[in-house]
């Protein structure tokens, strides 16, 4: 991991290579069920693939707590090198959890290839997604917070590395040297954001006339599909994981009520505070919308935990107050997934019916089934979004008698 990391350069690269990388993943089940680790396995190849990484292997194991040293047991360590020996082409084993630095350098050293935690995947996603300048500083900020705790464990990877006469490792003064370095440069970036976020907050006064409506959701369930069904925009989607970090705003008008719709990055479990952290001036628009579509891929399975995950962090920035919209996207994969083929239209209604009635229950009267793909129940997600959208003008200029 070491090796990635080049303090103090401005093109900083930490990324993955763009080749496609051969990698093993690895997942403890300590504190879930063997069904919930291997749910979040799946959610890691997938992170894995949007990175670059194919993988070729998983292995997990029953601990009570992670070890010390090695994260997994010594035994299960010794399980993987020899598959790795018998393989012989693997570059890199992924770790579905966040290691610390210095068993980041000693799983290098026994397996002798990359060892990339779950934080610095998504970091690496992150890095390779960021396009606008104050995504990239974002980023770079969370890398370099993310690294900071970090460097003595990955400076003991360096001393052994450079041995001999004249290339004896670095010590406490090169350490500290590099975390003066870093320290110095999260400064920097965080004085560049707090700049950046002032002309954001100028840019969006000048929209506060208008309700303000943000989509929001788990990763890779169609947001950006929507934005563009919606706006008859061209904002970027792929089917993979954070297609688009930047927010982008477009106006929309329902009748002839304009509103702003704004389209942000995707949540996701276990995402690194560092990155919360930075991204929380990105996703002022949502702190600051006056309604929130939550889009859910109802055809995932554990699409519930993908619920409770994005609530959670919406609670983190201060946005959980919102009036919401449960927009379940992808009904037509859900129909495909878990409908037998002899089943009757009537007994599949009763089936949706009964699910729906349940999600209303739950999440409130603001639940609606869609498929931004197939374009169905789009009209009725656009009557129920004018309705709240005019309800919010009314509160807002209760003695304006003219009608949007």
């Not at 329902?254 to 990155?275: A, Y």
């Not at 996703?283 to 959670?312: C, G, M, Y």
């Not at 609670?315 to 009757?344: H, M, Q």
């Amino acid at each position: 991991m070491s090796e990635h990391w080049q303090l103090g350069k401005k093109d900083k690269k930490s990324y993955l290579k763009q080749e496609e990388e051969k990698a093993i993943l690895v997942g403890l089940i300590y504190n879930n069920t063997e069904e919930e680790v291997k749910t979040y396995l799946n959610e890691l190849e997938f992170l894995a693939k949007t990175a670059g990484a194919n993988t070729v292997k998983i292995f997990t194991q029953k601990l009570k707590h992670p070890d010390s040293k090695y994260f997994i047991g010594k035994g299960k360590l010794e399980e993987i090198k020899r598959y790795m020996e018998f393989r012989g082409d693997i570059d890199m084993v992924i770790f579905d959890d966040d290691l610390t630095g210095k068993q980041t350098t000693t799983l290098e050293e026994i397996l002798e290839v990359k060892i990339i935690d779950r934080s610095t995947l998504i970091l690496d996603i992150f890095a390779k997604r960021a396009q606008k300048a104050q995504a990239k500083a974002q980023v770079e900020l969370a890398q370099l917070q993310y690294l900071l705790p970090r460097l003595r464990g990955l400076w003991t990877h360096l001393e052994r590395q450079r041995g001999g006469i004249g290339m004896r490792g670095p010590g406490e003064q090169e350490i500290e040297t590099d975390r003066r370095i870093v320290k110095d440069k999260i400064k920097k970036l965080k004085d560049t954001l707090v700049t950046i976020d002032k002309q954001d907050q100028t840019r969006r006064k000048k929209r506060d006339e208008m309700i303000r409506v943000a989509l929001v959701g788990y990763t890779n369930v169609g947001k950006s599909t929507m934005m563009n069904l919606l706006t008859k925009s061209d904002v970027f989607t792929e089917n993979k994981l954070f297609a688009t970090l930047d927010t982008t705003v477009r106006k929309m008008v329902l009748g002839r009520m304009p509103f702003l719709l704004s389209d942000t990055v995707g949540f996701i479990r276990k995402l690194p505070h560092h990155l919360i952290e930075s991204f929380k001036s990105t996703l002022a628009e949502v702190r600051e919308s006056d309604i929130l579509i939550h889009v859910i891929d109802i055809s995932h399975q554990q699409f519930e935990d993908q619920i409770v995950t994005v609530n959670k962090t919406l609670k983190d920035l201060s946005a959980g107050d919102k009036t919401i919209i449960y927009v379940f996207n992808k009904i037509d994969l859900y129909r495909e997934k878990y409908f037998d083929k002899l089943l009757d239209e009537e007994t599949k209604n009763s089936i949706i019916g009964q699910l729906k009635e349940r999600l209303i229950n739950d999440y409130g009267n603001n639940v609606i089934f869609i498929s931004a793909k197939e374009k169905e129940n789009i009209e009725a997600l656009k009557d129920l979004l004018h309705s709240l959208v005019e309800d919010k003008y009314k509160i807002r200029y209760p003695y304006k008698t003219h009608y949007w």
